[in-house]
Antibody, heavy 120, light 106 residues
Framework: QVQLQESGPGLVKPSQTLSLTCTVS??????????WSWIRQPAGKGLEWIGR???????NYNPSLKSRVTISVDTSKNQFSLKLSSVTAADTAVYYC????????????WGQGTLVTVSS | EIVLTQSPGTLSLSPGERATLSCRAS???????LAWYQQKPGQAPRLLIY???SRATGIPDRFSGSGSGTDFTLTISRLEPEDFAVYYC???????FGGGTKVEIK
């Protein structure tokens, strides 16, 4: 079955760009029609949807983050990526990637998550 | 933007009891686009229910979802020890999440 795994630096300095990659295994990222999503969760808090990229390459972002977020896909590597610019301590969180079937399903599966800390 | 409000914030129950969790939307939501997730400490969320009432693969039938419009409910018929966790609803049209309900052991 499809599995997702996040990777990237665990520590990012304020004002810099956070960059994470989600590697998809057990299936091709370009087969079928799916939304590939990023979600984050600050410690002890709830879930916040960041954005998604469709198999076709079209994107949707959380309006509150839209000016700082870019999600892209690299089909040759079976990966999709998140870039979040001008980070502050408020961006410290566990970042998850997940897949959604636009036919009506929820987010499934999810990656295990990766903690990103913004600190100098 | 649709806001999802979950209640109660915390539910204290004993194993074997019935849990009823509420998710209320600030405006009408398509039932096709309402999901519930379970999250245990240190783990990623797990999809339980999609389309308001359809159980995801491998989810026990003690979990059920219902509702329409602005009011949705997740019911756990008889709590098992592994069910004590935080539960989130999500409207995946705009992809917003509710704030979560923690189900704790009484």
């Amino acid at each position: 079955q499809v599995q997702l795994q996040e990777s990237g630096p665990g520590l990012v300095k304020p004002s810099q760009t956070l960059s994470l990659t989600c590697t998809v295994s057990g299936g091709s990222i370009s087969s079928g029609s799916y939304y590939w999503s990023w979600i984050r969760q600050p410690a002890g808090k709830g879930l916040e949807w960041i954005g998604r990229i469709y198999t076709s390459g079209s994107t949707n972002y959380n309006p509150s983050l839209k000016s700082r977020v870019t999600i892209s896909v690299d089909t040759s590597k079976n990966q999709f990526s998140l870039k979040l610019s001008s980070v502050t301590a408020a961006d410290t969180a566990v970042y998850y990637c997940a897949r959604r079937d636009p036919g009506g399903g929820g987010l499934d599966p999810w990656g295990q998550g990766t903690l990103v800390t913004v600190s100098s | 933007e649709i806001v999802l409000t979950q209640s109660p914030g915390t539910l204290s129950l004993s194993p074997g009891e019935r849990a009823t969790l509420s998710c209320r939307a600030s405006q009408s939501v398509s039932s096709s686009y309402l999901a519930w997730y379970q999250q245990k400490p240190g783990q990623a969320p797990r999809l339980l229910i999609y389309g308001a009432s359809s159980r995801a693969t491998g989810i026990p039938d003690r979990f059920s979802g219902s509702g329409s419009g602005t009011d949705f409910t997740l019911t756990i018929s008889r709590l098992e020890p592994e069910d004590f966790a935080v539960y989130y609803c999500q409207q995946y049209g705009s992809s917003t999440f509710g704030g979560g309900t923690k189900v704790e052991i009484k």
